[in-house]
């Protein structure tokens, strides 16, 4: 079984406690599983979920001619410059990547 498989089963085992409204200690007593494993799995669980959370996300974009006035889109403390013929699919991406730093 490969590390990724391990991962995708451990998190699913979390999940499935998280979701079942038992204990901690219950829910290992049903499962056949320590209460150490447990918590084992949901502190890496966490720190899996904050590592993807912190990951930054570059989008390449056109350099603007000189001529061009950009419309200036804000959100939050941040802005982002749309130039005639930008492609919605980027501005989706972009969007999606600010969202995502503010979970």
């Given at each position: 079984m490969t590390l990724e498989e391990q991962s995708m089963i451990r998190r699913q085992q979390v999940n499935d406690f998280r979701a079942s409204g038992l204990t901690a200690t219950a829910w290992c007593t049903e499962h056949n599983l320590s209460i150490s494993t447990l918590r084992y799995w949901l502190t890496k669980c966490n720190r899996e979920n904050k590592a993807g959370l912190k990951q930054e996300t570059f989008i390449e974009l056109?350099?603007?001619?000189?001529?061009?006035?950009?419309?200036?889109?804000?959100?939050?403390?941040?802005?982002?410059?749309?130039?005639?013929?930008?492609?919605?699919?980027?501005?989706?991406?972009?969007?999606?990547?600010?969202?995502?730093t503010w979970v």
């Open positions: 056109k350099q603007p001619s000189l001529k061009e006035v950009p419309v200036i889109l804000k959100i939050g403390v941040i802005s982002i410059e749309l130039y005639s013929g930008f492609q919605a699919e980027t501005l989706r991406e972009a969007i999606a990547a600010i969202r995502s």
